[in-house]
């Protein structure tokens, strides 16, 4: 079962201080259209790599790929233990399905495992977390190397999987060797790539005069990264709305922070900046609250009131002079206790991708 942890060779990424590696696994039943068993491997929260029961092993990110690329017989043996340890998921969630009298229907297992490390203090900390049906069920005590049972359902198995010799020695073997060894061997692997340092783009953005202004940061690696409003040099902790750090196509990633002006006068503009700080840069890039550079396509349309106007009036007049009457035809659209051998490591897919795309900004629904 040394398997799926393995899949975390083909990923890792980095920064100066803490690196993370966090591997997903979901087994589901009665979904129509879906894998039974989906797999993948995060490393500083970005996704790297997936392998599924439709026979995929996917390397997601560029150092993924070359690890593939200079090492097939590696990226093979990863693609054989994924697919080998996936009958244990999926059996694991019909046991549970019977422990819980349920006959059929959609029902989901899913484990989040991985280590923290930091690389200066060389503290390495692990964990393992099961969930079923949206629900916590059972997390890995670090501590004494025992499971803690998060809902009473799952103190019937508690027992079980303590008692289990084998299993224990897996889970401490795993988290405190193996994935912070091989985090570790990633980071060497992959420096050029883990380690590197992207500047964002910052940009202010507005959908109309009465909406908040929206300072948003794009394309900056790592994710350790903070974004906020200051008002005369002190961070701003009220009229403002945190985003998430979001994760962009090519690996980076993005943040934004909304500034509400219901309460600014223009007079206080100029005490209001934008400040973005990454880990591991000394100087934090600071975009001044001003009218000048906000993005937007709202258009103002006083200017055009006349013209129209007028140009109704006369298409009015028109019509009444040849005809004597206009027609108006208004049309309508019509419109039993559980496995003794649970698996090994990993839990949820993926979430969609729900990155900020900056045309919805430009291009706003008003």
């Not at 298409?315 to 496995?339: C, D, E, H, M, Q």
Request: proline share 7%; net charge negative; with cysteine.
């Amino acid at each position: 079962m040394k398997t799926l942890l393995l899949l975390l060779l083909l990923c890792h990424v980095s920064s100066p201080v803490l690196h993370s590696l966090k591997h997903f696994i979901t087994a589901s039943t009665g979904i129509a259209n879906i894998p039974e068993f989906v797999a993948t491997v995060e490393v500083d929260e970005l996704l790297v790599g997936s392998c599924d029961s439709h026979n995929r092993l996917e390397a997601i990110q560029d150092i993924a790929k070359k690890f593939s690329t200079e090492y097939p017989e590696r990226f093979d043996r990863y693609r054989q233990q994924c697919f080998n340890v996936m009958p244990i998921y999926i059996s694991c969630t019909y046991d549970l399905m019977s422990l819980f009298n349920q006959t059929g229907g959609v029902h989901v297992l899913q484990e989040v495992d991985g280590v923290e490390w930091d690389d200066e203090t060389g503290e390495v900390k692990g964990f393992a977390q099961f969930g079923y049906d949206g629900e916590d069920f059972m997390k890995w005590n670090r501590k004494n190397f025992t499971w803690i049972a998060q809902r009473p359902e799952a103190d019937i198995v508690r027992p079980i999987w303590d008692a289990t010799e084998l299993l224990r020695e897996f889970y401490v073997g795993v988290l405190t060797q193996i994935y912070p060894e091989q985090l570790k061997k990633s980071v060497e692997y992959g420096r050029s790539f883990l380690l590197r340092t992207d500047l964002p783009s910052v940009s202010l953005l507005q959908k109309t005069p009465s909406s908040p202004v929206s300072c948003l940061a794009t394309g900056f690696y790592p994710h350790r990264a903070s974004l906020f409003w200051s008002k005369d040099g002190e961070e701003l902790h009220e009229e403002v709305d945190h985003g998430e750090i979001l994760t962009n196509h090519d690996g980076t990633f993005q943040m934004s922070v909304d500034l509400n002006l219901s309460s600014v006068t223009p007079e206080d503009w100029t005490r209001y900046n934008c400040v973005f700080q990454l880990s591991g840069v000394n100087e934090d890039i600071v975009t001044k609250l001003d009218k000048a550079v906000i993005r937007t396509n709202w258009v103002t349309p006083t200017n055009m009131t006349v013209p129209v106007a007028v140009g109704v009036v006369v298409l009015a007049l028109t019509f009444i002079s040849a005809a004597g009457f206009i027609v108006y035809n208004k049309r309508k659209a019509i419109s039993p206790p559980p496995s003794i051998n649970p698996p090994p490591s990993i839990s949820p897919p993926p979430s969609p991708d729900n990155s900020v795309d900056l045309s919805d900004w430009q291009n706003p629904k008003i």
